[in-house]
């Protein structure tokens, strides 16, 4: 009974009649399956309402991307033009300006519908032959912590090496290059890359959990969308350019942000992780924070003269 009632709530095996609206498919749902709560009784009528879980994975992963990372720039571009934060601003005399900022999120946007969105396109079968789960119940939320918690340790060394090697030759020049533009950069300018660096760089975020799944199984779609919520998270807020006294880096030291981040964007060397700082430590390509601020004193200085 139990594996009949565990086949019938996987993806559109849910229900064999499509609905007509997603709303009746919830219906339906609700009330065969009153063990469920309200979010997998959501999730599972979407399933059962598209009969197609290519396309409803496919859709619900652009938009929830599309809303993560703009829903997230959106707040720094407003604190940016407010005078009351300049003082939490790392390079406090290089604010972006509203058109800079526009210009900035029509390339990334771009970028999202010809670079990445082909690749969240054929996410899903990639992830079923790897053995991701997209049916309900859910797993425990103890479950999806310690997972995320190992792909954040696993992004971060795919993106030190990687990003490192980015600093070399003809690997800076044609295709790291553009990502440094903005010298102080801001929260759009965390996807604002070439299309190589969008699919290389962006690998470490997609297939650490591919690769854990493909080894150890049992990983949820929905322990993914957390994962890149809070990757996006990260990304954005490491281009910042702002450092407050409630920055998670002054309660957790070993955490980079955007105090570690932005140093990187000024100098164009060191500080090459993402997430974390102990590779950079350990591998002695940490850039100096304290020098980079002497040197940028010693700039404005010699333009006030």
Known sequence: MSAIMN??????????????????SFEEISKYNVHLNLFERLWAAWYAYMQNDVLATGIMSFVMHE????????????IDAIPAFNKYKIQNTKIPTAREQ???????LLSHFTVELPQIWFFHPMAQFCGLDTGVPFPSAL??????????IMEDTWHYWLHRSMHYGFLYRYIHKIHHKYTAPFGFAAEYASPIETMTLGLGTVASPILFCAFFGKL???TMYIWITLRLFQAVDSHSGYDFPWSLHHFLPFWAGAHHHDVHHEQFIGNYASSF??????????SDMKRAYERRAARMAKKAQ
């Open 7 to 24: 086949a019938t709530l996987n993806a559109t095996s849910l229900l064999s009649p499509s609905a007509e609206t997603y709303w009746a």
């Open 67 to 78: 809303g993560v990372y703009f829903g997230r720039c959106l707040p720094w571009m407003i």
């Open 102 to 108: 526009w210009d900035c999120a029509k390339m990334v």
């Open 143 to 152: 479950t999806m912590v310690y997972q995320i918690c190992i792909f954040f």
């Open 220 to 222: 949820h779609i929905l």
């Open 277 to 286: 700082r102990w590779w950079d430590y350990c591998l002695n390509t940490e």
